[in-house]
């Protein structure tokens, strides 16, 4: 199973972008989806988390303005994010639950100017 996040790039401050996620191999079964993110010099931390029937989750600091959503039929979990902010800078990184394995995509890089 891999895990192929896109949709990086570099956004002015109040700007849009919209992650995807999506999952590909012998997938039987796909759990919660989320997405973290790591800014530079701070650990890695959870931004969204969805899972299968939809429930999702937030970090406070991003309430009101990213959106996670999911696809089951296309295995892909998405994040829109609006009204970024320069601390919104970071790798993301998306992580599953894949046939009860825990699986995480490589990063991609959102850089907010202000």
């Known amino acids: 199973v891999q895990l192929q996040a896109s949709g990086g790039g570099l956004v002015q401050a109040g700007g849009s972008l919209r992650l995807s996620c999506e999952a590909s191999g012998s997938i039987i079964s796909m759990q919660t989806m989320a997405w973290y993110r790591q800014a530079s010099g701070n650990q890695r931390a959870v931004v969204a988390s969805i899972t299968a029937s939809g429930g999702a989750k937030y970090a406070d600091s991003v309430k009101g303005r990213f959106t996670i959503s999911r696809d089951n039929a296309k295995n892909t979990a998405y994040l829109q994010m609006n009204s970024l902010k320069p601390e919104d800078t970071a790798v993301y990184y998306c992580?599953?639950?894949?046939?009860?394995?825990?699986?995480w995509g490589q990063g991609t890089l959102v850089t907010v100017s202000s």
């Open positions: 992580n599953a639950d894949v046939n009860r394995f825990n699986y």
